[in-house]
């Protein structure tokens, strides 16, 4: 952990954290204290760049809740407030922990152990994601899909698929040339059997092929805006979280 946020309307519970950070993290660095909803909201819409959040509950100008409502945040949040009602609703957005004030040195610490070890656990993740690209070369995939398409079956080349994508529980397949057809596949089943170094799954929604990446464009919160050469349903977005294997895979041979 290297760069901090505090939102937080009291000056002194900010210092008081600032100072247990000094002592805990004395590597981590605030890079910007928050104090009502409306500097939130303008602050994180421009694409905040920082490892945590600490975030106390009440503000000035309402609960911070309200926040989450107006943008999206990927950065993992912290909470810290005087009130444990709030709990389950905190959990229901980024909230990887729940400090109550006042909290001691030790309390923090274990907050903080716990967002090392979920960001180590992303880094495993994506480790073992390099490897099986790396281990792919040996193994076998599927390199023709067989689709049905009224009364015939049609193959199709996997390097001739733009993405997949999937809506109310319906996959489809559509082509670099811009035709579709139903799969009858989850994307979760197709994730294992398509070639890692040509397709990428993106979110819930999209797996894509690198042939297709058309452009890409930054968008709010860290996150990246895909355009690929066909025509999408919807908008593709890139996780800040996932953005370093994103450029990873693309830039891989």
Same mark, same amino acid.
């Given at each position: 952990?290297?760069?901090?946020?505090?939102?937080?309307?009291?000056?002194?519970?900010?210092?008081?954290?600032?100072?247990?950070?000094?002592?805990?993290?004395?590597?981590?660095?605030?890079?910007?204290?928050?104090?009502?909803?409306?500097?939130?909201?303008?602050?994180?819409?421009?694409?905040?760049?920082?490892?945590?959040?600490?975030?106390?509950?009440?503000?000035?100008?309402?609960?911070?809740?309200?926040?989450?409502?107006?943008?999206?945040?990927?950065?993992?949040?912290?909470?810290?407030?005087?009130?444990?009602?709030?709990?389950?609703?905190?959990?229901?957005?980024?909230?990887?922990?729940?400090?109550?004030?006042?909290?001691?040195?030790?309390?923090?610490?274990?907050?903080?152990?716990?967002?090392?070890?979920?960001?180590?656990?992303?880094?495993?993740?994506?480790?073992?994601?390099?490897?099986?690209?790396?281990?792919?070369?040996?193994?076998?995939?599927?390199?023709?899909?067989?689709?049905?398409?009224?009364?015939? !079956?049609?193959?199709? =080349? %996997?390097?001739?698929? #733009?993405?997949?994508?999937? $809506?109310?529980?319906?996959?489809? *397949? +559509?082509?670099?040339?811009?035709?579709?057809?139903?799969?009858?596949?989850?994307?979760?089943?197709?994730?294992?059997?398509?070639?890692?170094?040509?397709?990428?799954?993106?979110?819930?929604?999209?797996? !894509?092929?690198?042939? =297709? %990446?058309?452009?890409? #464009?930054?968008?709010?919160? $860290?996150?990246?805006?895909?355009? *690929? +050469?066909?025509?999408?349903?919807?908008?593709?977005?890139?996780?800040?979280?996932?953005?370093?294997?994103?450029?990873?895979?693309?830039?891989?041979?």
């Amino acid at each position: 952990m290297k760069r901090v946020i505090i939102v937080e309307d009291e000056t002194a519970a900010a210092v008081n954290l600032r100072s247990m950070l000094a002592t805990i993290a004395p590597g981590a660095e605030v890079v910007a204290v928050l104090e009502s909803v409306e500097e939130s909201v303008d602050y994180f819409s421009k694409g905040a760049d920082a490892d945590v959040v600490f975030m106390d509950i009440h503000l000035a100008d309402g609960d911070s809740f309200r926040i989450f409502k107006s943008v999206d945040i990927d950065i993992p949040i912290i909470f810290t407030t005087a009130y444990d009602e709030y709990a389950l609703e905190a959990f229901k957005v980024n909230s990887i922990d729940y400090l109550l004030k006042p909290f001691k040195e030790e309390d923090l610490q274990r907050a903080l152990s716990k967002l090392h070890r979920l960001t180590e656990g992303e880094r495993t993740e994506q480790r073992d994601r390099r490897n099986r690209m790396a281990e792919e070369v040996q193994m076998p995939s599927v390199q023709t899909m067989l689709l049905r398409y009224k009364d015939k !079956i049609i193959p199709v =080349a %996997v390097e001739d698929v #733009a993405f997949f994508y999937t $809506s109310a529980e319906r996959v489809t *397949l +559509t082509t670099l040339t811009g035709e579709s057809y139903a799969v009858d596949k989850t994307l979760e089943a197709l994730g294992q059997q398509l070639p890692l170094q040509m397709f990428f799954r993106a979110n819930r929604q999209f797996i !894509i092929s690198r042939r =297709a %990446v058309k452009e890409i #464009a930054v968008w709010f919160g $860290s996150r990246l805006s895909l355009n *690929l +050469t066909v025509d999408i349903p919807e908008k593709i977005i890139i996780s800040k979280a996932r953005v370093p294997e994103f450029k990873l895979w693309l830039q891989s041979v």
